[in-house]
Structure formats: C-alpha cells, structure tokens
C-alpha cells in the first residue's frame, strides 16, 4: 500500500510568484486536505477536496486554491505569494465512510519565500 | 469553532520515567480526537485515535490516551518513555457535519524531550 507522496520536497520562490504544490493520495482515499505549518506552529487547515469539489476551507484567503482529480491526487496553487507564506504544506489523504475520516499525513513540502 | 489547548509546549522528561501530555479541547458538539506524533523534518504520523466506543484507546508503541468528556481533555501517556519518543506531539479535533469537510483542528504542539 502506498503512503501519502507529496512533490517537490522543497522550493524557494520569491515575493509576488505563484506557485503549484503536487499530492498524491494513499490507495483507496477519495479525500484530500491540505495544512498550513508555520514554523514552531500547529497544522493549520487550508481546504478539503472531495469528488474533485472543494466541500470546506479553513481561514485562507482565495489566492490559495487547489484541485483534486479523478484519480484523486490533488494540487494546492498559492498566487501573489508573500513572505509569511513561508512554510511546511501538508497534504492528508482519507477515505470518507460515512463517519469521521481518519487522515493520514504526506511528508510535506518546505516552501520559502524570500 | 472548535478548539485545542496543550497546554505544555515543552516536556523534559528521564529515559524510562512515566509522561503525560495534555489536551482539552473545546466544542459545543461531540468530535473525533486525534494524537499525532511528528519527528523533525518529517509530515505527522498517526498515533491514536478515538473516534466512539471505549473512551481508553492505545497505540503499538505503548502510548495510550483517555477520552474525558466531562473534562473535555484528552491525555496521552506513556508509563515508560525511550529516547526515541522524542518529539513534537499534536493533539487535533475534527467534527463531522453531514457530509461536509473535516478539516483538523490542532493545538500548537508539546516538544516531548527524552533525557537520557
């Protein structure tokens, strides 16, 4: 069974750049989030994707966005970046049963925006 | 909202000695809660969960936490800690409305130190 994969491990973009975030979900999950680390902070909840919809965001303005494909992998877009962008992004996939879904964590993607 | 408090930042604690790490939460409906262990560089790893049933859960690597509604706090403890426990540990809280998003709820972390 494979884990949660995330790409690329790390990336330095600069003040005003987008940048695109890759997540490949664990075999059987249908559901995709997405965190926000900061450094020496808890995860902080970005948006969930389910069915290729977005079904829920956390406080993030709309220039983070994100996608979710049939095969349920999934990408997390940021535009006009700014500095305190810099962070750990984490993916989480899951599988939606009717009950509490229970995620399971990629190893992130360090980004840095100088 | 729902919320989560751990109210340590930092445990040091000696090789074999007994830890507890604590958590409360706060939400006005009832919610699934999670311990996640992250070691550095690393994502988070999955350690417990109580998601119904016996409010006692455990892990393989003997960590246990007690769900306390009353208390709304979920603990973790382990009765003999190893230096390889060290760590940053989140407690999180997710509800399920419907078929909506789940998105977790952590608290800030507790750096679990294992001195030797």
């Known amino acids: 069974e494979t884990g949660v994969t995330q790409s690329p491990t790390h990336l330095i973009k600069t003040r005003g750049q987008q940048v695109t975030l890759r997540c490949s979900s664990q075999?059987?999950?249908?559901?995709v989030s997405w965190y926000q680390q900061a450094l020496g902070q808890g995860p902080q909840f970005i948006f969930q994707?389910?069915?290729?919809?977005?079904?829920g965001r956390g406080n993030f303005p709309p220039r983070f966005s994100g996608l979710q494909f049939p095969n349920y992998s999934s990408e997390l877009n940021v535009n006009a970046l700014e500095l305190d962008d810099s962070a750990l992004y984490l993916c989480?996939?899951?599988?939606?049963?009717?009950?509490?879904?229970?995620?399971?964590f990629g190893p992130g993607t360090r980004l840095t925006v100088l | 909202a729902q919320s989560v408090t751990q109210l340590d930042s930092q445990v040091p604690v000696f090789e074999e000695a007994p830890v507890e790490l604590r958590c409360n939460y706060s939400?006005?409906?009832?919610?699934?809660l999670f311990w996640y262990v992250q070691y550095p560089n690393q994502g988070l790893q999955l350690l417990l969960k109580?998601?119904?049933?016996?409010?006692l859960v455990e892990s393989i690597n003997g960590f246990e936490a007690e769900f306390n509604k009353s208390q709304t706090s979920f603990h973790l403890r382990k009765p003999s800690v190893h230096i390889s426990d060290t760590a940053e540990y989140f407690c999180?809280?997710?509800?399920?409305?419907?078929?909506?998003?789940?998105?977790?709820?952590f608290g800030k972390g507790t750096h679990l130190i294992i001195q030797p």
């Open positions: 075999s059987g999950h249908n559901t």
């Open positions: 994707y389910y069915r290729e919809e977005e079904n």
């Open positions: 109580y998601l119904s049933g016996s409010t």
């Open positions: 989480a996939s899951s599988q939606y049963s009717g009950r509490a879904r229970v995620q399971f």
């Open positions: 939400s006005s409906v009832s919610v699934y």
């Open positions: 999180a809280v997710s509800l399920l409305i419907g078929g909506g998003a789940d998105g977790l709820t």
